[in-house]
């Protein structure tokens, strides 16, 4: 089984809508990242968490929030979904004790907005 | 403001030739760095990673080279396999590795030709 998870894999929804992502983990790791992907930008960090009460804003924290609901458990929300967060969304988890730095990320989620 | 730089969006190179991926960085403070790799549909996976401490580190085919006078990284992949087509990505972070903040390069295309 995969240790980290992501559902839904892909998305589609209209303009306006709210829409919740999740991610799991069963590798007991401290920290949580979420990210998107766009052609010829790479990686951007939009929230991470280094424990359940510990929430921070990354590089693109605008439109979207965040629920650390337990440690194995990190959503990513879209209040109000506009076209531009079309992307591809990636859950990550590291271990504070573990490979610096090093994040297993899970297989993503692909969003459209229409 | 890209602080993390892949200049070249593809490679593309012969089965049994060497593979070099370039990275550039433009803030001094990185002082750990990454290589990531990505097949389609699935999340990025952990490569190589390389502290500021050293110029370059090995494991097994792959090797990563640091110049930080030049703020430059590169991957080197030797020999090169089909099964190393795939998108790489470089990253940097401050901290001696351990902020849990990775900033991202655009990633680069590598296709390996049998």
């Known amino acids: 089984d995969a240790d980290v998870t992501q559902t839904p894999r892909n998305r589609i929804t209209k303009t306006g809508k709210r829409i919740m992502l999740e991610c799991s983990q069963t590798k007991g790791h401290d920290r949580m990242y979420w990210y998107r992907q766009d052609p010829g930008l790479g990686l951007r960090l939009i929230y991470y968490?280094?424990?359940?009460?510990?929430?921070n804003k990354g590089e693109i924290s605008d439109g979207y929030s965040v629920s650390r609901q337990a440690q194995a458990k990190f959503s990513l929300s879209l209040e109000s979904a506009i076209p531009n967060q079309t992307a591809l969304y990636f859950c990550a988890t590291s271990d504070r004790g573990g490979i610096a730095d090093t994040q297993y990320f899970g297989p993503g989620t692909r969003l459209t907005v229409l | 403001d890209q602080q993390v730089k892949q200049n070249s969006p593809s490679l593309s190179v012969q089965e049994g030739r060497i593979s070099i991926l370039n990275c550039d960085y433009t803030?001094?403070?990185?002082?750990?760095f990454l290589w990531y790799k990505k097949y389609p549909a699935e999340g990025p996976t952990f490569l190589i990673s390389?502290?500021?401490?050293?110029d370059k580190n090995e494991d097994g085919r792959f090797t990563v080279f640091l110049n930080k006078s030049a703020k430059h990284l590169s991957l080197h992949i030797v020999p090169s396999q089909p099964g190393d087509s795939a998108v790489y990505f470089c990253a940097a972070s401050k901290g001696s590795g351990n902020t849990g903040k990775l900033i991202f390069g655009q990633g680069t295309t590598l296709q390996v030709k049998p």
């Open positions: 803030n001094s403070m990185f002082d750990y």
């Open positions: 390389i502290s500021s401490i050293k």
């Open positions: 968490s280094f424990d359940v009460k510990d929430i």
